[in-house]
């Protein structure tokens, strides 16, 4: 079983549809979950980083995390073209030490239509 | 404040020559490491480096060094460059987050 799974799509929805983007985890020490945004040809771009469990909300962006389902989510409402890109979420048990190695999903491909 | 600069954009080797990615930060970050993307297998770890001078290697190290002189400097080095070198390189750096620079996309015939 790999230690994050994201389905890699691609998603295509209409302009101004809500998106839910899922990871799921098997390793219980993860404690920092990001997700990243990257568009074509260039870096992943760190779009909302959560702690533990809880949610995080960023204008049209919303970040859940549920630790005890080992799951993960990213919400975007009124998705815009603009929005279409690749969607990697990663993940960190991060605690302390220098023990900052991420472990990716492969990411997930999203196109807004307008 | 540039954060992640990685140089050069794109780069052109024959099978056998060496080359250095270059990779600098601003952000003041112990950490910092090397990925490769490649289609359909995600990022991958090459090197990381805790600190200047401390390196380890990461999850794909064959085929690459790496040195850590400086807190802001973190170069990776092709010793002989090979096909299946050819990839999308990005240097991060960060702790519980990490920033990506822009990336390095290398072709070795």
């Known amino acids: 079983q790999k230690e994050v799974e994201q389905d890699p799509g691609p998603l295509s929805v209409p302009e101004g549809a809500i998106v839910s983007l899922n990871c799921t985890y098997s390793?219980?020490?993860?404690?920092?979950f990001m997700w990243y945004r990257q568009y074509s040809r260039k870096g992943p771009e760190l779009l909302m980083y959560?702690?533990?469990?809880g949610n995080k909300e960023d204008g049209r962006f919303t970040a859940q995390v549920d630790k005890s389902s080992k799951y993960i989510s990213l919400f975007i409402r009124d998705s815009q073209p603009s929005d279409s890109a690749t969607y990697l979420c990663?993940?960190?048990?991060?605690?302390?030490?220098?023990?900052?190695?991420?472990?990716f999903g492969k990411g997930t491909k999203l196109s807004v239509i307008p | 404040n540039a954060g992640v600069t990685q140089t050069p954009k794109f780069q052109v080797l024959k099978t056998g020559q060496s080359m250095t990615l270059q990779c600098a930060q601003d952000?003041?970050?112990?950490?910092m490491s090397w990925y490769r993307q490649d289609p359909g297998m995600g990022l991958r770890l090459i090197h990381y480096?805790?600190?200047?001078?401390?390196?380890d290697q990461g999850e794909v190290p064959n085929g690459y060094n790496v040195s850590r002189s400086t807190t802001e400097d973190f170069p990776l080095r092709l010793l002989s460059a090979a096909p299946s070198q050819t990839s999308v390189y990005f240097c991060?750096?960060?702790?519980?987050?990490?920033?990506f620079g822009p990336g390095t996309r290398l072709l070795v015939l």
């Open positions: 990663a993940m960190n048990p991060y605690s302390g030490a220098g023990s900052y190695q991420l472990t």
């Open positions: 390793n219980s020490a993860f404690q920092y």
């Open positions: 959560t702690y533990s469990s």
């Open positions: 952000m003041n970050h112990e950490y």
């Open positions: 480096s805790v600190g200047a001078g401390i390196t």
């Open positions: 991060a750096t960060g702790q519980e987050t990490q920033y």
